[in-house]
């Protein structure tokens, strides 16, 4: 079955540390990978997705992640992380194998110290 | 804003009761999708429409729960004789066409008591 795992639930840094947020997915067919947040209160956000071509994607906020297409992995990145970072971040990936659907991981919620 | 909105955006009912949550999706994408978020846990997928047709439910939707999407635009989630375990947030989710950006409504918050 299509499952997507994020190891870590919980991070905490300091501000302008190095961001690294994990995502490995599990789906045979062709990938479609996604980056969404959710700040407190508020509804979740697209960070960034991955289509096809360059493995490297650049999102919003000075965000990235890189698909490995031999790792299942899509990690998420940030060479230095800000107080407003602060937030809930969940990776997805979109089935296609007739269906839409777009499954989600767990969420890695991520708080930085000012 | 997203351009998806749900209604209400919080519930509280006693268990045993009905409870319907309405979601209007951006008026020019086909597709419509409801999601189950609890505390701690991604969202779930739970069902969606291609227009007015259901195309799949997940097995987390019992029988309890009905939705429907009658002329293709707005969708009603309805949850029949409540029960603690439902207190969740229900999410409607609105994706573009072919489905590369799936944009979430602010949810809908429910509270069994």
């Known amino acids: 079955a299509q499952s997507v795992s994020q190891h870590n639930h919980h991070v905490i840094l300091s501000e302008a540390a190095s961001l690294e947020l994990g995502c490995n997915y599990s789906?045979?067919?062709?990938?479609?990978l996604f980056w969404y947040v959710q700040y407190p209160g508020q509804h979740l956000q697209l960070l960034l997705k991955y289509f096809s071509g360059d493995p490297l994607v650049k999102g919003i906020k000075g965000f990235e992640a890189e698909f490995i297409k031999s790792k299942f992995s899509f990690n998420l990145r940030k060479p230095s992380v800000q107080w407003s970072d602060t937030a809930e971040y969940f990776c997805?990936?979109?089935?296609?194998?007739?269906?839409?659907?777009?499954?989600f991981g767990t969420g890695t919620r991520l708080k930085v110290l000012a | 804003d997203t351009g998806v909105s749900q209604d209400p955006r919080h519930k509280i009912t006693k268990r045993g009761q009905n409870v319907t949550f309405r979601c209007d999706p951006i008026s020019e994408h086909n597709r419509l999708y409801w999601y189950r978020q609890t505390l701690g846990q991604g969202p779930e997928f739970l069902t969606y429409?291609?227009?007015?047709?259901?195309?799949?439910k997940s097995r987390l939707l019992s029988d309890r729960f009905s939705a429907e999407r009658p002329k293709g635009s707005f969708s009603t989630l309805e949850i029949q004789r409540t029960e603690q375990g439902d207190s969740a947030m229900y999410l409607c989710a609105s994706p573009s066409d072919p489905g590369n950006t799936i944009y979430f409504g602010e949810g809908s918050w429910l509270t069994v008591v």
């Open positions: 789906y045979g067919g062709t990938v479609n």
């Open positions: 429409f291609q227009n007015e047709a259901q195309l799949e």
């Open positions: 997805a990936v979109k089935v296609t194998s007739g269906t839409y659907k777009y499954i």
